[in-house]
């Protein structure tokens, strides 16, 4: 089963590459990976999605909590939340497949964000679902390229997640 993870840690160098090698030491495997800063510039938010049961996904989350960086490890699987991802799809285009193209682009709220005599760049944003469903629609039209960003995940609510609080609170 898939894990969407939340991990908030401290923005500082190196970082990454703990919670990475944490990953590739026990041999769990990184399906996505995305990183960014929060509302406090101390803070980064690495969420990734990765595979494994309960007690695989349970053993991970322990193993982060003991790196010194991390503040606070989230697992979406059981709470209510949006997953959204980006991807940017060059799709080969003639006079005969450009409106076809864009007959599938404007069905899923998609942009075209370059065109080319022989191609065009296609942006879409949405669950894994929409970006699959298009990518399989366009396949037989010609894909020539695909970038995806990988999950960004939030959970519903009113409030954030108070990162610095929950550290205090734990020390």
């Given amino acids: 089963m898939q894990h969407t993870i939340s991990v908030l840690v401290e923005n500082e160098f190196g970082v990454l590459a703990r919670v990475a090698g944490l990953f590739s030491g026990r041999g769990f495997n990184i399906e996505s990976l995305t990183v960014a800063e929060t509302t406090d510039p101390t803070v980064s938010r690495i969420t990734l999605v990765t595979r494994g049961d309960d007690r695989v996904v349970e053993q991970i989350e322990k193993q982060l909590n003991k790196l010194i960086c991390v503040i606070k490890v989230s697992d979406f699987a059981e709470t209510p939340h949006v997953e959204?991802?980006?991807?940017l799809i060059k799709v080969t285009t003639n006079e005969?497949?450009?409106a076809e193209v864009m007959s599938?682009?404007?069905?899923f709220r998609g942009k075209?964000?370059?065109a080319?005599?022989?191609s065009y760049i296609i942006e879409v944003t949405?669950?894994?679902g929409k970006i699959n469903a298009i990518l399989e629609l366009l396949r037989p039209l010609g894909i020539i390229e695909i970038v995806r960003t990988g999950r960004v995940a939030m959970h519903r609510g009113a409030g954030p997640i108070n990162a610095r609080n929950d550290k205090e609170r734990a020390a």
């Fill in 104 to 107: 599938i682009v404007e069905i």
């Fill in 126 to 128: 949405g669950d894994v």
């Fill in 84 to 87: 959204r991802e980006l991807s």
């Fill in 96 to 98: 005969k497949t450009r």
């Fill in 116 to 118: 080319g005599p022989a």
């Fill in 112 to 114: 075209v964000i370059d």
